[in-house]
């Protein structure tokens, strides 16, 4: 299986900071991750596809790039509605992986 | 626009098997990826498998010996059928669309499953 290692797991940032999480796919993944937000008690959301093509309706802030086996996704402005846990996830080879999360909270 | 919700049972003895439905509306099922992904409360995700509206599927291999995913056209809705369970089955499990090489745009709310006597 491809291992996605995503960091930090958990952040405390203010109010109109950049943030910027990482996933590191254990082989070469091309570019077919997605990026999830997941609030609590809720389903998770597509925010990026394909590394770096954004979702429907989803704001410009949020951003996502990379390719092969580093993968970087930003909130260029945090707002207090991003607060939420963020996952990465490939699907070049099944079983489609998840990377651990990272949990974003306002400092 | 596209919706899905989970249904069943939200108890479920150990060694018994879990058995969950997803209805789908406002999109017909004989197109994309149907998958089931699950969470334990407080963790990470995990894919179970995946299965296309004609009849073909695909299992994570750390669960395939338990896992038989089916189709149901004619209702548009799929489900999901886990063997033997223990507490390490506890989790919410979401019901989802997707591409099998791509996105996974729409997600059911989820339903916590419980695993205990």
């Known amino acids: 299986d491809i291992q996605m290692t995503q960091s930090p797991s958990s952040l405390s940032a203010s109010v109109g900071d950049r943030v910027t999480i990482t996933c590191q796919a254990s082989q070469d993944i091309g570019s077919y991750v997605n990026w999830f937000q997941q609030k609590p008690g809720k389903a998770p959301k597509l925010l990026i596809y394909?590394?770096?093509t954004m979702a429907t309706g989803i704001p410009s802030r949020f951003s996502g790039s990379g390719s092969g086996t580093d993968f970087t996704f930003t909130i260029s402005s945090l707002q207090p509605e991003d607060i939420a846990t963020y996952f990465c996830?490939?699907?070049?080879?099944?079983?489609?992986?998840f990377g651990g999360g990272s949990k974003v909270e306002i400092k | 626009q596209v919706q899905l919700k989970e249904a069943g049972p939200g108890l479920v003895k150990p060694s018994e098997t879990l058995s969950l439905t997803c209805d789908v509306s406002?999109?017909?099922?004989?197109?994309?990826?149907w998958a089931w992904i699950r969470q334990p409360p407080g963790k990470g995700l995990e894919w179970i498998g995946s299965i296309y509206h004609d009849g073909t599927t695909y299992y994570n291999p750390s669960l395939k010996s338990r896992v038989t995913i089916s189709v149901d056209t004619s209702n548009n809705q799929f489900s999901l059928h886990l063997t033997s369970v223990t507490a390490a089955d506890s989790a919410f499990y979401y019901c989802?669309?997707?591409?099998?090489?791509?996105?996974?745009?729409?997600w059911g709310q989820g339903t916590l499953v419980t695993v205990s006597s």
């Open positions: 989802a669309r997707h591409k099998l090489y791509g996105e996974i745009d729409h």
């Open positions: 394909d590394a770096d």
């Open positions: 406002g999109f017909s099922i004989s197109s994309y990826y």
């Open positions: 996830q490939q699907y070049d080879i099944l079983p489609l992986t």
